[in-house]
């Protein structure tokens, strides 16, 4: 199973909105609602961003959103924060693998 | 609070094998499924496999059918994983992770372990 694929690198000022994607394939991210996001800072534990295409946990920001049209999903940061500054995951439900991760995305406040 | 606990680091030598644990507390140790994620060193997160706590079943991403082997102790409330011949390449930080809110096991992973180090070097 194939990785994601994420871009490299995002970056925006603070208060901009940016949207990082996520592509696949109808084998995963087009064929199933189950798309999750997750926030990683250095030397921590990944952090549930966003989970079933759009849906947030409790005590994430409303700034974050998800999306998905076709074989790609996508996560947008509106207003972004000097604390946003992270890597971003996706991650998806394949027909052959409950989770299959993105290549991972470095967003860059600046 | 919901929380997992994971063992200390480790340094093996090429060939060896290293059993990594996780311990649970907050919860009821059979409700949820547990999976390991791991992450080489500025490389991206990897999904090895998930085990049931409450009937032991376990299922492992193709790339580690073989080498690696997911069990528990629900006396202690601990799962481990345990990854064999091990190589250079296993260098990473070792996540167990599981999901609580979302409605599924494959919704997204919520809760984490704080993470253990393997370092492979001969």
């Known amino acids: 199973q194939s990785a994601l694929t994420q871009p490299a690198s995002v970056s925006g000022s603070p208060g901009q909105s940016i949207t990082i994607s996520c592509t696949g394939t109808?084998?995963?991210?087009?064929?199933?609602?189950?798309v999750s996001w997750y926030q990683q800072h250095p030397g921590k534990a990944p952090k549930l961003m966003i989970y079933e295409v759009s849906n947030r946990p409790s005590g994430v920001p409303d700034r974050f959103s998800g999306s998905k049209s076709g074989n790609t999903a996508s996560l947008t940061i509106s207003g972004l924060q000097a604390e946003d500054e992270a890597d971003y995951y996706c991650s998806s439900y394949t027909s052959s693998s409950p989770y299959v991760f993105g290549t991972g995305t470095k967003v860059t406040v600046l | 609070q919901v929380q997992l606990v994971q063992s200390g680091a480790e340094v093996k030598k090429p060939g060896a094998s290293v059993k990594v644990s996780c311990k649970a507390s907050g919860y009821t140790f059979t409700s949820y499924d547990i999976n390991w994620v791991r992450q080489a060193t500025g490389q991206g997160l990897e999904w090895m496999g998930w085990m049931n706590p409450n009937s032991g079943n376990t299922g492992y991403a193709q790339k580690f059918q073989g080498r690696v082997t997911m069990t528990r102790n629900t006396s202690i409330s601990t799962a481990y994983m345990e990854l064999s011949s091990l190589r250079s390449e296993d260098t990473a930080v070792y996540y167990c992770a599981i999901v609580v809110v979302p409605a599924a096991m494959i919704s997204g992973m919520d809760v984490w372990g704080q993470g253990t180090t393997v370092t492979v070097s001969s």
């Open positions: 109808s084998s995963d991210v087009g064929g199933y609602n189950y």
